[in-house]
């Protein structure tokens, strides 16, 4: 009987540990990999959302990125923290709202030098009402809503 209760005990510690995990640091999609695979750079060299390619693809906490040319990829090399998205890439707007949610790399906006996703058009519309409240709301919030690591 005690060896029952003992795997009892293994096995609650394992699935409770599962459960409370955070979420991951980085949205990725699970086949486009970072902010559904698209090239992060290009929001600023490019001013537009460009599909990435697995030819120009890198790890960085924990996901896979992935950039439209060898430029952009080596610009992010060089200084991630200036391209990568806000939130880890979730939905800025579901940040400041004290959740996470999945992304549309067509919404966006760079403000303060500073790339922001959303979920969709209409979140980006509601986003854009107030950005300095949203952002200050999401700084906030930020990483607290991943959950316990």
Not at 38 to 63: I, R
Not at 65 to 88: D, H, I, M, T
Not at 109 to 135: C, E, F, H
Request: charged content about 15%; proline content about 7%.
């Amino acid at each position: 009987m005690e060896r029952g209760y003992l795997v009892s005990a293994i096995l609650f510690v394992v699935f409770s540990s599962a459960a409370t995990a955070g979420k991951p640091r980085v949205y990725s999609s699970l086949l486009g990999g970072a902010i559904g695979g698209y090239d992060p750079v290009a929001y600023f060299f490019q001013g537009k959302p460009v599909p990435g390619s697995s030819d120009y693809a890198l790890e960085y906490q924990g996901a896979t990125w992935k950039f439209s040319s060898p430029e952009n990829k080596l610009a992010f090399e060089r200084e991630p923290e200036k391209y990568a998205p806000q939130y880890g890439g979730y939905c800025a707007y579901a940040v400041a709202h004290g959740s996470t949610a999945s992304i549309d790399p067509e919404a966006w906006t760079v403000v303060g030098g500073k790339l922001y996703l959303n979920n969709s058009k209409a979140i980006q519309n509601r986003w854009s009402q107030d950005i300095p409240g949203n952002i200050d709301k999401a700084n906030a919030n930020w990483p607290g809503v991943l959950g316990p690591e």
